[in-house]
């Protein structure tokens, strides 16, 4: 099963909205932040379901899924 491309966009292209990392693209933010929001709860809806996608991502390697993207955004 493929990773869905619309979805991996969104991680390279979209800030987090609020909090310590306000502003910061999802790929960019890091593992500890994403692993509280895993203890306390993800956000409900698109954003809750980006950030957990992203915290599996960095937890199993495969950031590297995200580097052609970011290279098509310079």
């Known amino acids: 099963m493929a990773p869905?491309?619309?979805?991996?966009?969104?991680?390279?292209?979209?800030?987090?909205?609020f909090g310590k990392y306000?502003?910061?693209?999802?790929?960019?933010?890091?593992?500890?932040y994403l692993e509280w929001f895993q203890r306390k709860g993800?956000?409900?809806?698109?954003?809750?379901?980006?950030?957990?996608?992203?915290l599996v991502i960095k937890m199993n390697g495969l950031t590297h899924l995200l580097d052609p993207l970011k290279k098509?955004?310079?």
């Open 4 to 17: 869905d491309p619309a979805l991996l966009q969104q991680l390279v292209m979209m800030k987090m909205p």
């Open 22 to 32: 306000k502003d910061v693209v999802l790929c960019e933010l890091p593992v500890s």
């Open 42 to 54: 993800f956000p409900k809806g698109k954003l809750g379901m980006l950030l957990e996608t992203m």
């Open 72 to 74: 098509g955004l310079r």
